[in-house]
């Protein structure tokens, strides 16, 4: 069942001048709730004002990458959570995350021999990071 877990934040990186990439530590304990399949996403509840926001963003890291997670968020003209994220946000705080949801991927089968053409536009991009980079690893 999917349930809100405090995370630290491990890293905050200025992807662009209104976009950030955020790294999530996993500790140990959690990490079998928040193995994901690429494509996926995590809900975030955020505080804004005294009221209670809750946003979904793309994972962008790999399964492979043990231990984290890394999503990306842009900053919306007008909105609170993303602003606040992107102007605020430090390696060291806490966000509250729900485990990762979706049904966005693909299937890996390295016996089978396949061709992939992937688009994506603006920050629909966040997705098909993780696709292609486990692709790339379970289909060489």
């Not at 209104?18 to 079998?32: F, H, K, M, T, V």
């Not at 968020?73 to 993303?82: D, L, N, P, Q």
């Amino acid at each position: 069942m999917a349930r809100f877990h405090t995370l630290e934040v491990a890293d905050v990186k200025r992807e662009t001048e209104d976009a950030i990439s955020i790294g999530l530590q996993i500790p140990q304990d959690l990490r079998e709730d928040f193995r994901f399949i690429h494509g996926q996403y995590l809900t975030l509840k955020l505080e804004v004002d005294g009221e209670e926001l809750r946003r979904s963003y793309s994972i962008c890291s790999s399964p492979f990458e043990e231990g984290r997670l890394r999503i990306a968020v842009k900053r919306v003209h007008g909105g609170r959570a993303s602003s606040k994220l992107v102007e605020q946000l430090k390696a060291g705080d806490t966000l509250e995350v729900m485990t990762p949801m979706g049904n966005f991927y693909t299937l890996c089968d390295a016996a089978h021999e396949k061709h992939y053409v992937a688009f994506a536009a603006g920050s629909g991009i966040t997705p098909i990071l993780s696709i292609l980079m486990t692709t790339l690893r379970s289909e060489p």
